[in-house]
């Protein structure tokens, strides 16, 4: 008999199977989709040549997090490549923000909006380097993170605690004078579906610009999909396996406890020892489980779960780089379009009104500096997104055109060096991986009301369901959304754990 079923080839999935085969148990994962990796994917999907990330593209959380790198994934085929600049925040007249993992290269770009920024960010970066290490230890672990909250003291707490809990906006404007500073740590914290007054934007904000700084953005080469591929040629060395085309339609639930799953075409895969599932919160409890088994408090907590923003997502085949007008924008594979701080809190607060941003924030990403293996020689493939409300049905056309007009005041002839584009709106993202529900990518809101004890419903933000050997390991779990593995890992150590009491 299989002694645990994973529900879920994403990367919390296969990060819980990993670590579970690693302890001599047998796991199969069952996937719905035709191929492993959930929002970690990539295929030719406009040209041939033109290879495009589906979902998520770049990877600092994975590069940094103690859950993936002590899976030693370069040892099963994975290869990072990473841009000269890590990321680039262009304004419309004045110079382009520049993140580096070389701290003076950041510095003399902060320096060319005030003097003396420089020097400012130096000083936020050392302050968090004196935590990182506990902070990332504390991040793939359940809440609350009492041996890693040891390791900070006292003193690290209280240091968190004033990095992280203020808006990013506030943070920002106490540490630097000019707009450059404020531009980066905003745009960072943009990612999820913060405002720049949200409270606690702040730990988002400097956790993806201090990761940047010292790990990059990195990339797989070829590919998404190589990172998932890695994943599972691990899973596979072990004795694991993963089944595609396989939809669980319920979780077995015998005397209370989680004694298998049953999947889409009526086939029963008993489990010996216990099931996580790497699918959201409401998906697992009302979907696969039932009301009926629910304890009274987790179908309570359901009924103040939310999603985050939704997002629209386009995918370019470009003829050439694109043409920015700052050269160096070019070096950097991550790009932020928002030319001040104003763009960036109007967006916000037009998602916050449920209305459709007319100027969008993007995230836009680009390869031909960091792995040209993405596109025939001299050519790119490229990508970018904005986030619009949770139920909208854009008109994507539209919106792409708005997209590419935003990028087109920063790269005059952009718009001639497209050969193809693919556009994928929330409809198309949630059938592509159900766990993008409404397009929303964080499998959940990364505001406070639904962060630590309050995730997915209040709690002790574990992954124990209230139901035995059932174990919920996906981002809509503490910590949350993001390619980092943690709820996998922190489900599969629960299970464990269980085990190993009894």
């Known amino acids: 008999m299989i002694d645990v079923v994973v529900i879920g080839a994403g ?147 209280v240091e968190l605690a004033r990095l992280g809990l203020p808006s990013v906006r506030r ?17 960072n914290a943009l990612h999820a579906d913060f405002t720049p007054d949200s409270p606690g934007s702040a730990l988002f904000g400097l956790l993806l610009t201090a990761l940047g700084q010292q790990h990059g953005f990195p990339v797989p080469e070829g590919g998404a999909g190589r990172l998932t591929g890695a994943l599972v040629r691990r899973l596979e ?5 993963v089944v595609c085309g396989s939809r669980v339609a319920s979780v077995v639930i015998r005397g209370g406890r989680a004694a298998g799953v049953r999947l889409a075409h009526g086939h029963e895969e008993q489990a010996a020892r216990g099931v996580i599932a790497d699918t959201g919160a409401p998906q697992l409890y009302l979907g696969l489980v039932g009301r009926e088994h629910l304890p009274a408090r987790v179908r309570l907590g359901l009924r103040r779960f939310r999603y985050d923003d939704a997002t629209v997502k386009v995918d ?41 941003p007319y100027r969008p924030f993007l ?18 493939s490229a990508w970018a997104y904005m986030h619009v409300p949770q139920g909208a049905t854009p008109d994507l056309e539209h919106l792409a055109e708005r997209i590419e007009s935003e990028i087109e005041r920063l790269a005059p002839g952009f718009r001639d060096r497209i050969a193809a584009r693919r556009l994928a709106g929330p409809r198309e993202l949630e059938a592509a991986d159900a766990n993008l529900v409404g397009g929303a990518i964080n499998g959940g809101t990364a505001k406070l009301r639904q962060q630590l004890f309050l995730r997915p ?46």
């Open 363 to 380: 995230v836009l990403g680009q390869y031909a500096a960091a792995d040209p293996t993405r596109a025939p020689p001299g050519a790119d």
């Open 11 to 157: 990367p919390n999935g296969l990060v819980a199977a990993n670590v579970l085969a690693d302890h001599g148990l047998q796991v199969v994962v069952f996937e719905a989709q035709d191929e492993p990796g959930g929002a970690v994917r990539s295929a030719q999907v406009t040209l041939p040549g033109y290879e495009h990330d589906l979902f998520s593209a770049f990877y600092p959380l994975a590069a940094a997090s103690p859950a993936i790198r002590g899976l030693a994934l370069e040892e099963h085929g994975l290869v990072w490549r990473r841009s000269p600049l890590v990321l680039a925040h262009p304004t419309v007249e004045g110079p382009t923000v520049l993140l580096s993992t070389d701290v003076d290269a950041t510095a003399a770009s902060l320096d060319a909006f005030a003097a003396g920024d420089g020097d400012r960010w130096r000083a936020l970066y050392k302050r968090w380097l004196r935590i990182a290490e506990p902070f990332m230890d504390a991040f793939v672990t359940p809440f609350p993170p009492l041996r890693a909250g040891a390791r900070l003291g006292p003193r690290g707490v």
């Open 237 to 241: 060395s072990r004795g694991g396996r």
């Open 316 to 356: 370019w085949a470009l003829t050439a780089p694109i043409p920015w007008a700052d050269p160096a924008i070019g070096q950097a594979g991550t790009v932020h379009v928002g030319a001040s701080m104003e763009l960036l809190g109007a967006a916000a607060e037009d998602l916050e009104r449920g209305r459709i």
């Open 457 to 502: 419903v209040p709690g002790l933000a574990r992954p124990e369901t209230g139901i035995r050997g059932l174990y919920l390991g996906s981002a809509s779990a503490h910590p949350g959304g993001g390619v980092h593995g943690a709820p996998g890992a922190i489900a599969a150590r629960a299970l464990l754990a269980r085990e190993r009491l009894r």
């Open 171 to 187: 943070l920002a404007t106490a540490h630097f004078r000019g707009a450059g500073g404020p531009l980066l740590l905003t745009g």
